[in-house]
């Protein structure tokens, strides 16, 4: 007989509107100009998402469920945890490999799920909990940025950023992060991180600008988000999308373009903007990261690398990190 799932709600009910209008009059009123690429996952962004991750150039996704598939059962091993706490859940997926090691190993008794989207996440945990009886299950609506302090405590803890999602922040967004991770986290507890890998920039660009112009249409969503939200009168189709790769910071760089002068109000941020033709808005970067790289990250925010998995093409990691 399976549990009901626990949900903890940490999100006040205006939580959304309220960052939103920060973060569009933050981003945009600097340079270069920027909107967070969490406001791409609306109900239509989280489609397209869903849709990227099954184009044939997208590889990350494919990548990254290969290493699960081939080596869940050592990385539950090698964690040994009891609660596994994944951040920036959303359908759980891939994680249902790693729950499925966890089950055949007898070691699971705890699974929380953490993430902004209330509907995805007290689905997911729902099914969840049907397909593991008797796994408590807790999941939390919950920003992973402002809320670690409240993830589920006791047992010994892995918690799972997959996804290669930490590349979308920056450098010292990274090390906030990952230091704050790392300061709620007990000894021996752990860290199961996701992190593309570099590789050649043909296949860098293919990935974020297939050929069915899926990638573009999510990002260009972004404009329709601050429409719906805040008011405001973007025209999306004025805007071209540039993606690039940026080889100094070994990141993929996603921008829209103004194709023509324009002045855009928004009023629920209390900004109206004047864009030139050829002004970018960047809406998300994607670093990639070499495994050195990744190791030194984590070892200064106070974790020790225990293992490394890659897929066979070397496309992309699953770190281990402990807590000493």
Not at 37 to 55: K, M, Q, V
Not at 129 to 158: I, S
Not at 195 to 215: E, F, H, N
Request: proline residues 5%.
């Amino acid at each position: 007989m399976s549990q009901e799932p626990q949900v903890c709600v940490l999100l006040e009910p205006d939580w959304a509107s309220g960052s939103l209008a920060a973060d569009v009059r933050r981003g945009l009123s600097s340079y270069p100009r920027t909107l967070p690429p969490r406001w791409l996952y609306d109900d239509r962004g989280s489609a397209l998402f869903d849709e990227i991750t099954r184009l044939p150039e997208y590889y990350p996704f494919a990548a990254e469920r290969s290493i699960l598939e081939a080596h869940a059962e050592e990385i539950v091993t090698a964690s040994g945890a009891t609660s596994l706490i994944e951040l920036g859940s959303g359908t759980s997926e891939k994680t249902r490999l790693l729950l499925d090691a966890f089950t055949s190993a007898g070691q699971l008794q705890r699974f929380a799920p953490v993430d902004v989207a209330e509907g995805t996440l007290r689905q997911a945990a729902a099914d969840i909990a049907a397909r593991h009886p008797g796994l408590e299950v807790v999941a939390v609506v919950g920003d992973f940025t402002l809320h670690l302090a409240h993830l589920p405590a006791g047992g010994r803890r892995m918690v799972a950023f997959l996804g290669g999602t930490i590349g979308n922040l920056y450098r010292e967004e990274r090390a906030a992060f990952l230091g704050a991770l790392a300061d709620v986290l007990e000894p021996g507890d752990s860290l199961l991180l996701g992190t593309d890998l570099v590789k050649s920039a043909d296949r860098l660009i293919a990935a974020y600008d297939d050929s069915q112009g899926v990638t573009e249409a999510f990002i260009r969503n972004s404009l329709v988000v601050v429409n719906r939200e805040l008011g405001a009168d973007f025209d999306p189709d004025s805007f071209s999308y540039v993606p690039f790769w940026d080889p100094h910071m070994e990141r993929m760089d996603l921008r829209l373009r103004a194709e023509v002068p324009q002045r855009v109000a928004i009023p629920g941020a209390d900004l109206v903007l004047d864009l030139a033709m050829g002004e970018e808005i960047r809406i998300e970067i994607s670093t990639k990261f070499r495994v050195s790289r990744i190791a030194a990250e984590l070892e200064a925010a106070g974790l020790d690398v225990a293992r490394v998995w890659t897929d066979e093409a070397g496309d992309f990691a699953l770190t281990l990190a402990v807590k000493g």
